[in-house]
């Protein structure tokens, strides 16, 4: 009997998440109740922030972020090659202009000194940016001290896409606290540490931009007398004060999100167990792990390897395909943005961005979820030997 496919991925519910949608499910809010609210506390409170604000879901985020900061026509928005598409399709929502930076060849995050070489060459010709994203890419946090440095010296506003990231730290501080940032952004999809079925949050310290997505996320309506223009008709009145969306979270997704954040701090801690067992299961095969920087712990979203081609007579394709067929549930993250046929039409190339590219021909993602068992991990050395022909 073959064995069961092993996801990349895989949420981790119990009892308790299903019991907290069922007492929604019983409960008078479907939508707009007191949910959103506790999963909002939950999360701003665990990372250190002052601000919650659940949403739709984490591309949701990115948007309402750019937007509240004046993102328009005429901007740029910066963020890395190696990141799924949300982190730069955020900017060209709000009709600005995206460009990339590369990123560190072992870590694969936005590199601070590409980036910094990159600002003095904008300065000059009159294009800086007016936001960067970083990228926490497999949930280790970029290097950012440095990049909010560069933020001092050249104006622009950060977006931490921390949408991997949630469960981990940065110089002994949890990430989502925003204090080397303007706002961070969060995702809930079931593959995430925690999920909300779907869902995103950003957390701020910034009161100001706090209420500004809130409101943009609620088509842009306040039923806060104090911030209408004149006077208010009586307790049902709205104004729509700017053009927004409904991006709201449901409290069925909240209450979900809000159950799952008792057991982040055991899901973070055997992650890193996994992270741990892989370095010590791989060590001797023709591949190598992401670079750790000792300046943070990882969430570890993902476990990724770059394969050694010079070592093996396979392809990554090879490989790969290999691994699928023994049932180990490979995927790759990501495929460079800049080499997407939307983006090339905007004038991208292959070789503008060449650590991102060099990284996306030899990588592979490993599963990586909590209820993944030591024998798994094993099971996946076993895989890997046979498709690097070993």
């Known amino acids: 009997m073959a064995e069961e496919t092993l996801p990349y991925g895989r949420q981790s519910l119990d009892d308790e998440d299903i019991q907290a949608v069922v ?29 919650g604000i659940a949403m739709a879901n984490g591309t949701a985020t990115l948007h309402l972020a750019a937007k509240a900061m004046g993102l328009k026509h005429g901007d740029w928005l910066w963020t890395s090659p190696i990141t799924f598409v949300a982190s730069a399709n955020a900017g060209r929502y709000c009709g600005a202009s995206v460009d990339f930076v590369d990123v560190d060849p072992g870590t694969i ?17 009159g ?27 050249y104006g622009f506003r950060i977006i931490e896409d921390g949408a991997h990231a949630l469960g981990g730290n940065y110089q002994g501080e949890r990430i989502g606290n925003c204090r080397w940032s303007d706002v961070v952004s969060h995702s809930f999809h079931p593959v995430k540490i925690v999920t909300s079925g779907e869902g995103g949050m950003i957390t701020t310290n910034d009161d100001e931009l706090a209420w500004h997505i809130g409101m943009l996320r609620m088509h842009g309506i306040t039923r806060d007398a104090d911030r209408m223009i004149g006077e208010s008709d009586g307790p049902w009145y709205y104004q729509q004060l700017e053009l927004g969306y ?3 979270m449901t409290d069925l997704q909240a209450a979900l999100g809000a159950s799952q954040m008792n057991k982040l701090d055991a899901f973070a801690t055997r992650r890193r167990e ?64 800049h080499l997407q046929p939307d983006y090339m039409k905007l004038g991208f190339k292959a070789g503008m961005f060449p650590e991102a590219e060099r990284y996306y021909e030899e990588c592979i993602t490993l599963p990586m979820f909590p209820a993944m068992t030591n024998e798994d991990i094993v099971r996946v050395r076993k895989a890997l030997v046979v498709a690097t022909g070993g």
């Open 127 to 153: 294009k800086l940016p007016k936001i960067v994203v970083p990228v926490h890419f497999a949930g280790q946090s970029c290097d950012m001290e440095r990049i909010h440095a560069l933020s001092q010296k």
């Open 23 to 51: 007492d929604v499910l019983k409960s008078e809010n479907l939508t707009q109740g007191p949910a959103i609210g506790r999963f909002e506390k939950a999360v701003s409170e665990w990372c250190g922030a002052k601000h």
């Open 274 to 337: 996994i992270a741990n067992l892989y370095d010590q299961a791989l060590a001797e095969l023709p591949l190598r792990p992401l670079a750790r920087d000792p300046k943070g712990i990882s969430g570890w979203h993902l476990y990724m390897i770059r394969l050694n081609l010079k070592e093996i007579t396979r392809t990554r394709r090879q490989v790969f395909e290999s691994l699928r067929a023994q049932g180990i549930g490979v995927n790759v993250h990501y495929i460079p943005v």
């Open 109 to 125: 995050n936005l590199c601070p000194e590409r980036l910094a070489a990159k600002l003095e060459i904008a300065e000059k010709e």
């Open 246 to 248: 409904n991006f709201r």
